[in-house]
């Protein structure tokens, strides 16, 4: 990693605590960076493109520490639902101090300018999970699956930004159901694919249709 990157990740991770105040902001950025040693100066180095550079780079500081804080758990011994559950929870676990920050920045998504860090940084997200998980899919599947813990992960991340149960306890219940939804949909899959499998070959019939008049 090469410094500008590594103050990158010290002044973004320092700003957390001054979003919940100032928002997704130059302010907090500066103050951020003052907590660092660093000055406005730096910031403008650093963000060029202000809060939106500091959001985009946070979202990625994120997929790559939950990478880290599993890279000595033994995943190929887990199940794959229970792989992604680990991956979800690991993934939001770290930021309970800073759910008001995640807020914010969910936020501003939805601005903008923003709408199309905030798809491509999901991507990226789920995209870095399933990886993690061991999927190797190259074909339809691929997309599939994305999409799918996309859906799970984002409806999660909505329940845990308001969860004041012990332990967000109740966001991993949430979490429990909607995998195990969502890991019936490929068995279903199959299951169609089978019974369409055993259907006669409707050019086969009507081939067999014309032969007969």
């Given at each position: 990693m090469s410094s500008k990157d590594s103050n990158r990740d010290a002044v973004v991770l320092a700003t957390l605590i001054h979003v919940p105040f100032d928002g997704w902001t130059v302010e907090a950025l500066q103050r951020g960076a003052a907590d660092e040693g660093m000055t406005p100066a730096d910031v403008d180095?650093?963000?060029?493109?202000?809060?939106?550079?500091?959001?985009?780079?946070?979202?990625?500081?994120?997929?790559?520490?939950?990478l880290e804080d599993l890279a000595a758990v033994d995943l190929e011994s887990l199940r794959i639902r229970d792989r992604?559950?680990?991956?979800?929870?690991?993934?939001?676990e770290r930021w309970t101090p800073h759910r008001e920050a995640v807020r914010r920045a969910l936020a501003l998504s939805v601005l903008p300018g923003y709408a199309?860090?905030?798809?491509?940084?999901?991507?990226?997200?789920v995209d870095a999970m399933w990886r993690a998980a061991g999927d190797r899919?190259?074909?339809?599947?691929?997309?599939?699956?994305?999409?799918l813990l996309a859906a799970v992960y984002s409806s999660t991340l909505l329940v845990w930004l308001d969860d004041r149960s012990e332990g967000c306890?109740?966001?991993?219940?949430?979490?429990?159901?909607?995998?195990?939804t969502v890991m019936k949909v490929p068995k279903a899959q199959s299951q169609v694919k089978e019974a369409l499998s055993r259907l006669p070959n409707p050019l086969s019939l009507l081939s067999s249709s014309r032969r007969t008049a």
């Amino acid at each position: 990693m090469s410094s500008k990157d590594s103050n990158r990740d010290a002044v973004v991770l320092a700003t957390l605590i001054h979003v919940p105040f100032d928002g997704w902001t130059v302010e907090a950025l500066q103050r951020g960076a003052a907590d660092e040693g660093m000055t406005p100066a730096d910031v403008d180095v650093l963000f060029p493109d202000g809060p939106r550079g500091a959001v985009r780079h946070w979202l990625k500081v994120a997929d790559r520490q939950m990478l880290e804080d599993l890279a000595a758990v033994d995943l190929e011994s887990l199940r794959i639902r229970d792989r992604i559950t680990l991956l979800v929870r690991t993934r939001l676990e770290r930021w309970t101090p800073h759910r008001e920050a995640v807020r914010r920045a969910l936020a501003l998504s939805v601005l903008p300018g923003y709408a199309e860090d905030g798809v491509r940084s999901g991507y990226a997200t789920v995209d870095a999970m399933w990886r993690a998980a061991g999927d190797r899919s190259t074909d339809f599947n691929f997309y599939t699956k994305r999409g799918l813990l996309a859906a799970v992960y984002s409806s999660t991340l909505l329940v845990w930004l308001d969860d004041r149960s012990e332990g967000c306890a109740d966001t991993w219940a949430f979490l429990d159901r909607r995998i195990a939804t969502v890991m019936k949909v490929p068995k279903a899959q199959s299951q169609v694919k089978e019974a369409l499998s055993r259907l006669p070959n409707p050019l086969s019939l009507l081939s067999s249709s014309r032969r007969t008049a």
